[in-house]
T-cell receptor
């Protein structure tokens, strides 16, 4: 599985935008970029995913570099509830079973200050 | 999306015993997975639970230790056999949606082995 690199931790202030970076220099052409987050004492939660183009949903935006070797998860206005570990994961574009397996790294612990 | 429940939510077990964890999904899904999250660490994929056939285990995990059943498309069990304190972890099941491969996680089962 291709590897991702994320900062161990980041801090933000409430109601300010947060940009969470992820490097994936060995990404292959068929790898999708997925983001999940894990709030304290909960299972991970799907946030967003993309392949080449930038993506937006109600939770966040995903900006993907033109060479696809890095991406940034953008939370437009951080709230205290956004404090979590954020995982950037590459998902292979293979068949149903191999293409859906996820390999979690250590993620970024986001702290949101009131 | 999918809603996933797990039973039990937590348990304290003695060394040498076995515990079976149940995972129930509110809709039929093809792809179901079991993960382990050791204290303070990220998630590690244990196996893919295949309906109608044997589970597919990741490197380092074996069927004798973690037998998995998947009798239908909405239910699976994971058994942690002959437990030792090193098996103390949170065990999570997840499902992946067919078209988008977004994964949805259960709340986890917190296991403590004494």
């Amino acid at each position: 599985d291709a590897k991702t690199t994320q900062p161990n931790s980041m801090e933000s202030n409430e109601e300010e935008p947060v940009h969470l970076p992820c490097n994936h220099s060995t990404i292959s052409g068929t790898d999708y970029i997925h983001w999940y987050r894990q709030l304290p004492s909960q299972g991970p939660e799907y946030v967003i995913h993309g392949l080449t183009s930038n993506v937006n949903n109600r939770m966040a935006s995903l900006a993907i570099a033109e060479d696809r070797k890095s991406s940034t998860l953008i939370l437009h206005r951080a709230t205290l509830r956004d404090a979590a570990v954020y995982y950037c994961i590459l998902r292979g574009g293979g068949g149903e079973t191999s293409g859906s397996r996820l390999t979690f790294g250590e993620g970024t612990q986001l702290t949101v200050n009131p | 999306s999918a809603v996933i429940s797990q039973k039990p939510s937590r348990d304290i077990c003695q060394r040498g015993t076995s515990l079976t964890i149940q995972c129930q999904v509110d809709s039929q899904v093809t792809m179901m997975f079991w993960y382990r999250q050791q204290p303070g660490q990220s998630l590690t994929l244990i196996a893919t639970a295949n309906q109608g056939s044997e589970a597919t285990y990741e490197s380092g995990f074996v069927i004798d230790k973690f037998p998995i059943s998947r009798p239908n498309l909405t239910f699976s069990t994971l058994t942690v056999s002959n437990m030792s304190p090193e098996d103390s972890s949170i065990y999570l099941c997840s499902v992946a949606l067919r078209l988008t491969y977004e994964q949805y996680f259960g709340p986890g089962t917190r296991l403590t082995v004494t």
